[in-house]
């Protein structure tokens, strides 16, 4: 019997564990999600539970942020920005992982460390003097210079996730494409590219989420609402000076985080894999 | 009889077949363009900070003029960034070590199979996935000094009373500890995948025979599997460590630096004075502060990829 009560209190300690840390990561979204539809005489009211509608649900804030803020205009901002990131990174780290994984030998695996060494190097290192260039090349307050900077980290971390996976493929598939009469380049555009689109969807999603993500170049480098991407303007241009329209900026962090979270938990266990780059066999 | 096959028809050959053909050359040629895109603004922008940090440039008066070591001395002098520096490693160690505890105890929860665990993971994983400018403001809401759930709680649970409600963003300790927490939050969850990703690739036979040894559950965790798990682990740290003692993003939204400087970080600071002052030389001397701390992690990063390779 004592026994029966000690697993059953095990179990108990087990699971009362698991809420404890799913309360830790989800409340804050929860609170995103109830502060976004209540309206505002429930939220600036001391004396009401906080925790559900003291008074019907509105979706008010969201109205708001569409048709009075610039928060469309932001989401277009920022699939802008994400797309053409995408593209230049593509086109640079596809061939480049595939060089460094197959045709550069020791080199090779000593600059692929490089590169990725160049992914720690951080923004808040590198902005004054990018700030600088770009004011020269005339793209301050412009969306474009995102497109031009965030490839210095989507480069990096893509050529080492790609690497990863043109090592982790069967050579023979080249090898028959050559000895068919293919040239080195023929096989790795007729056979490497479409055997590796899971990589390259992999490749996608983290550069599109890594631009999402980023603060810290956008903040330097745009201070004109219009030219804002979306994480930028939700954190940064919903308050009229000192009054913060916390509703909108709820809702407005809800739409934002809902993709990403989603494209992450899909692609978690590549992305693993990919920056620990195998430390464990 | 015996069939032959068909002579396949020759097909033009290009011109060019011999640079298609040749590994080394198409090998360069295919890694020209990550390397030259990471040479012209990464590289030449960290010289270029080097040079700065050493010049009398600012936005104003942007002269090359060179200027030695003063800059750093001008720097080291302020007591402003004494504090900051500070700052910078407990905001760095401090959420390292949080995080680390919550990843571990978490991940030892994960292991176990139970229904629902793909959900709750995907739950567990938010903070790190969703951008962290997102849910810092999330937590700039829960903070607030009048309508904050966290004081809410605390008063409807008698633990505090309305009239000495804390201020958690407004007292320079409680601010300190609120940006550690919010960054611990962000990058426990990525702890927790490091470590499962480890403790899962330990193979099943050695836990096995462990046991059969004699090795309790702690002998087991803290002398079998981590050091087995260390170098994944340590990379995984190494990237908190980079990520979190280079940052400006959760300073500069939950705090913007103070109460009074009290929780600014190198970043942030760097940012302060070469952007919004404009005082280009003197903002990249305090970023390049951040140096010596980048090599030792780098250092540590190349060698557990050199062990990998033995």
Same mark, same amino acid.
């Given at each position: 019997m004592r026994r029966v009560i000690a697993k059953v209190g095990k179990e108990v300690a087990f699971y009362l564990a698991i809420a404890f840390f799913v309360g830790l990561t989800t409340f804050p =979204?929860? &609170?995103?999600?109830?502060?976004?539809?209540k309206s505002n005489p429930d939220l600036y009211n001391v004396t009401n539970v906080p925790f &559900? =509608?003291?008074e019907p649900p509105t979706l008010e804030h969201f109205r708001y942020l569409f048709e009075q803020t610039l928060f469309g205009r932001w989401l277009v901002n920022s699939l802008i920005i994400g797309v053409c990131v995408v593209v230049i990174t593509l086109i640079a780290a596809l061939p480049a992982g595939y060089s460094l994984a197959r045709m550069t030998g020791r080199s090779g695996e000593a600059m692929g460390i490089g590169i990725f060494l160049t992914y720690l190097v951080p923004p808040t290192l590198l902005f004054l003097p990018l700030s600088r260039i770009i004011a020269n090349l005339g793209l301050q307050n412009s969306m474009w210079s995102l497109v031009l900077v965030y490839p210095t980290f989507t480069i990096p971390f893509c050529t080492w996730l790609l690497m990863g996976f043109f090592k982790a493929m069967p050579v023979e598939i080249e090898e028959a494409a050559i000895v068919d009469g293919c040239s080195v380049f023929g096989a790795f555009i007729k056979m490497v590219l479409p055997l590796s689109l899971p990589a390259i969807l992999t490749a996608v999603i983290f550069t599109f989420t890594l631009t999402l993500q980023e603060f810290v170049y956008a903040l330097t480098f745009i201070s004109s609402s219009a030219q804002k991407p979306i994480t930028l303007g939700v954190a940064t241009d919903l308050v009229r000076g000192d009054i913060f329209f916390w509703g909108e900026i709820m809702a407005g962090a809800l739409i934002a985080s809902i993709p990403v979270a989603i494209a992450y938990n899909l692609f978690l266990d590549r992305f693993i894999s990919g920056i620990t780059g195998g430390a464990v066999k | 009889m015996v069939t032959i096959a068909e002579p396949v #028809?020759?097909? !033009?050959?290009? #011109?060019?077949?011999f640079i298609l053909d040749r590994r080394?050359?198409?090998?360069?040629?295919?890694v020209a363009p990550a390397i030259l895109y990471v040479f012209l603004l990464v590289g /030449?922008?960290?010289?270029?900070? +080097?040079? $700065? @940090?050493? @010049?009398? $440039?600012?936005i104003y008066d942007p002269s090359w003029r060179f200027v030695g070591l003063s800059n750093f001395e001008q720097v080291i002098q302020n007591p402003v960034f004494l504090d900051t520096l500070g700052n910078t490693f407990l905001f760095t160690f401090g959420s390292q070590l949080l995080g680390l505890i919550l990843g571990k105890f978490g991940a030892l929860l994960l292991l176990r199979p139970f229904p629902g665990r793909k959900i709750v993971r995907a739950l567990i994983i938010l903070p790190w996935a969703v951008p962290i400018a997102l849910a810092s403001v999330a937590w700039e809401w829960m903070f607030d000094s009048l309508y904050s759930v966290i004081n809410w709680t605390l008063i409807a649970l008698g633990v505090i009373d309305r009239s000495n409600a804390p201020n958690w963003l407004g007292n320079p300790h409680l601010a300190m500890l609120c940006v550690i927490? /919010?960054?611990?939050?962000?990058?426990? !969850?990525?702890?927790?995948? +490091?470590?499962l990703a480890g *403790?899962? @690739?330990v193979p099943q036979d050695i836990i096995d025979a462990a046991t059969v040894?004699?090795?309790?559950?702690? #002998?087991?965790? $803290?002398?079998?599997?981590?050091?087995? *798990?260390? !170098?994944?682990?340590? *990379?995984?740290?190494?990237?908190? *460590? +980079?990520?979190?003692?280079?940052?400006? @993003? +959760?300073? $500069?939204?939950l705090t913007n630096g103070g109460p009074v400087n009290a929780t600014s970080v190198l970043g942030f600071e760097g940012f302060q004075v070469g952007i919004v002052s404009g005082d280009v030389s003197h903002g990249a001397a305090i970023s390049l502060f951040m140096l010596p701390v980048l090599f030792l992690v780098v250092i540590g990063m190349l060698r557990f990829i050199r062990r990998r390779e033995i």
């Open positions: =979204f929860y &609170w995103m999600l109830i502060t976004s539809l &559900w =509608f003291n | #028809r020759k097909q !033009p050959v290009s #011109r060019f077949r080394d050359v198409l090998g360069a040629l295919f /030449v922008p960290f010289l270029l900070a +080097v040079y $700065y @940090s050493i @010049s009398a $440039y600012t927490v /919010v960054n611990a939050w962000r990058f426990f !969850p990525f702890a927790i995948v +490091v470590f *403790i899962t @690739s040894d004699g090795a309790g559950f702690w #002998r087991r965790n $803290y002398q079998i599997i981590l050091p087995m *798990i260390l !170098p994944i682990v340590a *990379i995984g740290l190494i990237f908190g *460590i +980079v990520f979190t003692f280079t940052d400006l @993003s +959760v300073v $500069y939204l």
